[in-house]
């Protein structure tokens, strides 16, 4: 009726949540060309979106990007080590610029206070400062990111749950995220 106000459109770039899930679950399956085909998407979306595409999908882009590259086979150990670090670097760079800007405060300590295991900060800080370090441990801290992105961020939006993990993976793992993310956290 007239007299209602209606609540403000948010205007996005992806169609709707049958796409947004479609995305979420090529960027997390094991199937490459899958992979691909929503690292096409999200391309796709960013034309649309531009500046306002969200960092969590941008830094999920990026991370699965480097793993669709590593299982092609084409980049050398020392290429892939820098592509990796290159997108982890960026990913906790950017989770941490909004906290950062307002007072300075330790990347370890933002770090726990969003549930991000304290190796991968460190990891950021060899990559950044120090000796590059083993391509196993970038795989390990892609995967670890990828994960957390998974739990805060992909699984929350529009009430999704991409996979059902067993209680025992998830105890087993020391990078659980239980920490809800405010939505101005990724945008």
């Known amino acids: 009726t007239r007299g209602r106000l209606r609540p403000p459109r948010t205007v996005v770039a992806w169609r709707g949540r049958t796409e947004w899930d479609q995305v979420m679950v090529g ?3 094991k ?6 085909e929503a690292l ?3 391309s796709a979306w960013k034309s649309r979106y531009g500046p306002k595409m969200p960092l969590a999908v941008d830094c999920t882009a990026e991370l699965v ?9 084409k980049l050398r150990s020392h290429e892939l080590i820098l592509s990796y670090g290159l997108a ?9 610029e ?7 405060i330790p ?13 991968v900060v460190d990891l950021r800080h060899e990559l950044t400062h120090g000796k590059l370090p083993q391509l196993a441990l970038c795989r390990k801290g892609c995967d670890v990111v990828l994960d957390w992105l998974r739990k ?19 105890e087993q793992e020391d990078t659980e995220a239980n920490t809800e993310m405010g939505s101005d956290t990724w945008e």
Do not use: H
């Open 27 to 29: 960027l997390y399956c």
């Open 31 to 36: 199937d490459g060309r899958l992979q691909q």
């Open 40 to 42: 096409d998407r999200i």
């Open 65 to 73: 990007r480097c793993k669709v590259l590593d299982s092609s086979g």
């Open 88 to 96: 982890l670097v960026r990913f906790v760079n950017l989770i941490t």
């Open 98 to 104: 909004k906290k950062q800007k307002m007072i300075n």
């Open 107 to 119: 990347l370890r300590q933002l770090a726990r206070e969003v549930d991000i295991p304290i190796w």
């Open 152 to 170: 805060t961020y992909w699984s929350r939006q529009l009430g999704n749950n991409l996979c059902e993990e067993s209680e025992e993976e998830d």
